[in-house]
């Protein structure tokens, strides 16, 4: 079983940055893809990046450019570092785990449904 911790969220004002992290309690972390969704009040939970095995990465287009994944493998740990954040950034991000082995190294899954492990998530505000 896969466990993820994020942290790291807060509230912000807009134009601020903030850095998620996400920590799995697992050994075989370099074995797995690893994403970031998000989900806005009353809205479906989205996707925002994802980083395969190989750090290969994925972007949905409305962060795309401002908030780049990354994974310190040594750390068991993923960041999404979020730059000049907008009021519709505000949403609880999740972190989450692929299957072990279950893609080529350099595919990011995107979908919910690719997923297997999540994390309970972590609060981001940002205010205008």
């Known amino acids: 079983q896969v466990q993820l911790v994020e942290s790291g969220g807060g509230l912000v004002q807009a134009g601020d940055s903030l850095r998620l992290s996400c920590a799995a309690s697992?050994?075989?972390?370099?074995?797995?893809?690893m994403g970031w969704f998000r989900q806005a009040d009353g809205k479906e939970r989205e996707f925002v990046s994802a980083i395969s095995l190989t750090g290969n990465t994925y972007y949905a287009d409305s962060v795309k450019d401002r908030f780049p994944i990354s994974r310190d493998n040594a750390k068991n740990t993923v960041y999404l570092q979020m730059n000049s954040l907008k009021p519709e950034d505000t949403a609880v991000y999740y972190c989450?785990?692929?299957?072990?082995?279950?893609?080529?190294?350099?595919?990011?899954?995107?979908?919910?449904?690719?997923?297997?492990?999540w994390g309970q998530g972590t609060q981001v505000t940002v205010s205008s």
């Open positions: 697992v050994r075989t972390f370099s074995r797995h893809a």
């Open positions: 989450a785990a692929d299957r072990e082995s279950a893609y080529s190294t350099g595919y990011y899954p995107r979908s919910i449904d690719e997923y297997e492990f």
